[in-house]
């Protein structure tokens, strides 16, 4: 039986009550935040119907690629604690941060270490102390490999770019190298995509290449991200192949985007991997999630290396009605 994984971003959860208070929190980039939150996100958006849909598909596991608050505000990270409980027990659910969880600096115990159970690694230590201590983090879950990731930190006010640093790049070659040892699915999950995207340099990964040339190198067998809103579909070079590379919509959208996620069924195909991927997005009168597109890519054990053929992504089907 396929593995089924599903994969949410971005819910950007609404602020609980009192959060804002005192109004002195609201200062420098928080406040440009929360601009743009009264501006896109000030409706409070129901929760329910996405874990019911989520909870409906049975999926075997769940990853969440960050930005589940809007301010870093502490009382955010603790709502978003509790929503993460309600997604899954930690074996069940996986996440790493977005920007939005670094709109500011806060203290570990505060703010991501809230989220710590979700967060680490098959056998995690008693408590990092940082968000440095705790990225990247391996969990082997069913012929998976999760590889979690953290691009989030804090930036400049009009900034929404991400960085993982030395030290977690000097660190993931060891974990990919041990998963590809054992024969598993690695997928790694991280909020910013390594490759361009809507925004430009603004949003980007900065230390993109960086990561693409350890990937070529070590390769993974998937790459799942968030940030941008809307479906994705990339690939980059591996040393067996192109890796697919694949963002999830918001998963609680209001305005123009639509809110969605991916249900990916992974298994082997042959000596291969074949993941099929279908996105649920929410729309019609009643305002259900539906299947709006299938993808299916087929990852052979054999295709050419870096600068090597050019992987073009499956074209969509028309929604379903």
Not at 41 to 70: I, W
Not at 113 to 142: I, T
Not at 300 to 319: D, F, N, Q, S, W
Request: glycine fraction near 12%; avoid cysteine.
């Amino acid at each position: 039986m396929p593995f089924a994984l599903a994969h949410l971003s971005d819910p950007h959860l609404p602020i609980p009550p009192g959060a804002l208070h005192p109004l002195g929190q609201l200062a420098g980039k928080r406040l440009l935040a929360y601009l743009a939150w009264r501006r896109k996100r000030r409706r409070a958006v129901p929760t329910e119907g996405l874990l019911a849909d989520v909870a409906a598909a049975g999926a075997d596991h769940v990853a969440v690629t960050g930005d589940l608050t809007n301010l870093a505000l502490t009382a955010e990270f603790a709502a978003a604690r509790d929503w993460l409980a309600r997604l899954g027990p930690p074996d069940r659910v996986t996440a790493v941060p977005g920007n939005h969880d670094a709109t500011v600096a806060v203290p570990w115990s505060r703010g991501l270490g809230l989220w710590h159970p979700w967060m680490s690694g098959d056998a995690p230590e008693p408590g990092p102390g940082s968000d440095a201590d705790a990225f990247p983090f391996l969990r082997r879950r069913g012929p998976l490999a999760l590889i979690g990731l953290s691009s989030a930190l804090p930036t400049l006010p009009g900034s929404a770019a991400g960085r993982l640093g030395p030290a977690q790049l000097a660190r993931l070659p060891a974990l990919l190298d041990a998963a590809g040892r054992e024969g598993l699915f690695r997928a790694i999950l991280l909020h910013h995509p390594p490759v361009p995207g809507q925004g430009g340099e603004r949003k980007a990964l900065t230390d993109r290449a960086a990561l693409l040339a350890l990937l070529a190198r070590h390769g993974a067998e998937l790459v799942l991200h968030g940030h941008h809103h809307v479906p994705m579909g990339e690939a980059v070079p591996g040393p067996s192949g192109p890796i697919p590379v694949i963002g999830t919509p918001q998963a609680l959208a209001t305005g123009r985007d639509r809110p969605g996620w991916h249900l990916h069924r992974i298994g082997r195909d042959g000596a291969g991997w074949r993941i099929d991927t279908t996105l649920r997005l929410r729309g019609g009168t009643t305002g259900a999630f539906y299947d709006a597109r299938h993808e299916t890519r087929r990852l052979p054990p054999e295709l050419a290396g870096p600068g090597g053929r050019t992987y073009t992504p499956p074209e969509a089907g028309p929604p379903s009605p």
